[in-house]
């Protein structure tokens, strides 16, 4: 179930996106401010952040820089009832992924939703490489110092979840719905047990991990 932050002051906006794409099977929490979106934001728990322009505290131009410079790579879509093209272009450019104008039909922003989460999935990763490792995801390969590394195929897909969701907090239930399927009810000791064997073959030293590091009570975070 993708997490959507929705960053919107009016109330009633705020609940009738959040009514609208939660019962199309989005997980939404919704913040009417800047700085408490700039906060909630930094988790890099979310899949997607819907952010109004015109905000209290800090606007929206100033969030999407801010989140942008500390490394926060959440898709963001900006919502606002401007429609100047300048203000548009400078959305953009401050590292917004997408801008719809209100009003807006709440369909046509289902499909720019689903539209951006599709293009995230589908981008090709090729070869990625962290520390002496090499992750190649079109040839289903990993190799520890040009050595072949044998993954199981739920080892691989837990490693590239990781990857693709790199630097952002996960916690199991997330991992489960990647790696295992949403229908498939694992508990959190399985998640912890995979992960363990995984870390040995990929960690130089798995008993003090330096990619898939634990945050405790909440999940794991990979840097790489």
């Known amino acids: 179930m993708p997490k959507i932050l929705i960053v919107e002051d009016d109330k009633d906006i705020a609940l009738g996106l959040e009514e609208d794409l939660s019962s199309h099977g989005y997980q939404i929490e919704t913040v009417g401010d800047g700085e408490r979106a700039l906060f909630l934001g930094k988790d890099s728990q979310w899949d997607l952040i819907i952010l109004d322009l015109m ?7 100033e969030v999407c820089r801010e989140l942008r410079s500390e490394g926060i790579k959440t898709p963001i879509i900006m919502l606002t009832a401007k429609t100047h093209e300048a203000e548009k272009i400078l959305g953009l ?23 951006l989460l599709r293009r995230i999935t589908d981008d090709s990763l090729g070869i990625f490489q962290f520390g002496e490792c090499e992750v190649d995801f079109d040839r289903g390969e990993v190799r520890i110092s040009g050595q072949p590394v044998n993954l199981s195929a739920l080892e691989f897909r837990l490693l590239e979840t990781f990857v693709r969701r790199r630097g952002r907090l996960l916690s199991r239930d997330q991992l489960i719905d990647a ?3 949403p229908a498939v009810i694992v508990t959190e000791r399985v998640v912890d047990t995979h992960i363990l064997n995984l870390r040995k073959k990929i960690e130089p030293m798995p008993e003090k991990p330096q990619y898939i590091l634990s945050v405790r009570g909440r999940g794991y975070r990979f840097e790489g």
């Open 179 to 181: 790696a295992w399927g």
């Open 93 to 115: 450019e401050l590292g917004a992924d997408d801008y719809i104008t209100k009003p807006f039909s709440p369909r046509e922003l289902r499909a720019r939703i689903q539209a």
């Open 55 to 61: 905000l209290p505290k800090k606007d929206g131009f």
